[in-house]
């Protein structure tokens, strides 16, 4: 006699996979990954080789002689998380940081929880800020030998977030010659930031393919756009307060929406399924509180930047919202 199965209803079954979704989002990322090659040139590539490359070798080894389960490289979730660490990073970092930054991502914050689902922080952050605070030099060397194909000049320069944090340091300590806000943001126009900008992180380049991209997984249904919008209100909220009682002290919301990790990081890494939370109310309130942490670190914080931090301290609360914020189940409370 045949075993009789016997699960809790309800008994669905759906055409999208946990491989189907994150193939989804490696192709959405395939444009900033373009233009990042385009304008930062072969060093992106072997930052983008490295990053992926890693993260799919630690995995399939943990998995096979550590944790002893079924090989898990085939969902693409570790496509996803080098694809992402990569562009987290300087293209002139180095092919061994990348790879300490695979380690701790995939051993460290996916894999030592028990893999995809279960863990708690999202993983490439968690890689990104371990080489933020342990190689500094090399997580804001921006140098760069130019673009594929004559489409950028080499540069060397401070992101747009880290001269204004810079340029503001030195007008209130009083240096001769400082430059006021308004000059410091006249160099950075808004039609630069949308389509391409030197200097940041890969995933900064350019804020429009990073939105074709989200556009892409809304039109598939791969995420919804109440945690990223959530960030985005309170961010202009915050930053248009801010700006209008010191305009001279404080940047404006086009600024703060369009430069750093603000597009990639609400879009891409805010929006991950296992580290935000599953009610409607509680991500709103999990984007109200990424956008708001973001502009306070950004505006009184020694990093210029403040993304990757916030969502990280914010995937710290996702338990408790899951249970203060119960979605509805079926039409009922």
């Known amino acids: 006699m045949s075993k009789l199965l016997v699960s809790p209803s309800p008994h669905i079954h759906a055409s999208v996979s946990t491989k ?68 987290n990073l300087p293209a002139s970092t180095p092919w061994w940081v990348v790879f300490i930054g695979a380690v701790v991502a995939i051993g460290v914050a996916k894999m030592t929880f028990g893999g995809l689902g279960q863990n708690v922080f999202n993983p490439a952050l968690v890689g990104r800020v371990f080489l933020l605070v342990s190689f500094p030099t090399y997580m804001t060397n921006w140098e760069s030998n130019g673009g594929l194909f004559g489409i950028a000049d080499a540069f060397s320069g401070a992101t747009p977030l880290g001269a204004i944090k810079e340029g503001l340091i030195a007008l209130n300590a009083g240096t001769p010659g400082a430059s006021t806000l308004s000059e410091l943001t006249s160099q950075y126009g808004v039609s630069d930031l949308i389509f391409a900008h030197l200097g940041g992180s890969a995933g900064e380049i350019s804020a429009i393919a990073l939105l074709l991209g989200f556009g892409y997984l809304l039109l598939r249904k791969v995420v919804r756009p109440y945690i990223t919008l959530s960030i985005w ?14 305009p001279e002290q404080f940047t404006g919301p086009a600024f703060n929406l369009l430069t750093g990790g603000m597009i990639l990081g609400s879009c891409f890494m805010a929006t991950d399924y296992v580290t935000s939370p599953m009610s409607i109310k509680g991500g709103i309130i999990f984007g109200v509180g990424i956008g708001f942490i973001t502009m306070m670190i950004r505006y009184f914080g020694s990093y210029p930047e403040g993304m990757s931090f916030a969502i990280l301290i914010m995937n710290a609360t996702v338990p408790l919202l899951n249970n203060w914020c119960h979605q509805r189940k079926y039409g009922r409370a």
């Open 233 to 246: 209100g309170t961010v202009a909220l915050v930053s248009l307060a801010f700006s209008l009682a010191a």
């Open 20 to 87: 189907s979704l994150m193939r989804d989002v490696v192709l959405a990322l395939v444009p900033a990954a373009i233009v990042s090659v385009l304008f930062y040139g072969l060093g992106e590539l072997v930052v983008l080789g490295t990053s992926i490359a890693s993260c799919l070798v630690l995995e399939y080894l943990i998995t096979r002689y550590l944790l002893k389960k079924d090989n898990s490289v085939g969902d693409w979730s570790a496509v996803v998380t080098g694809l992402l660490l990569a562009l």
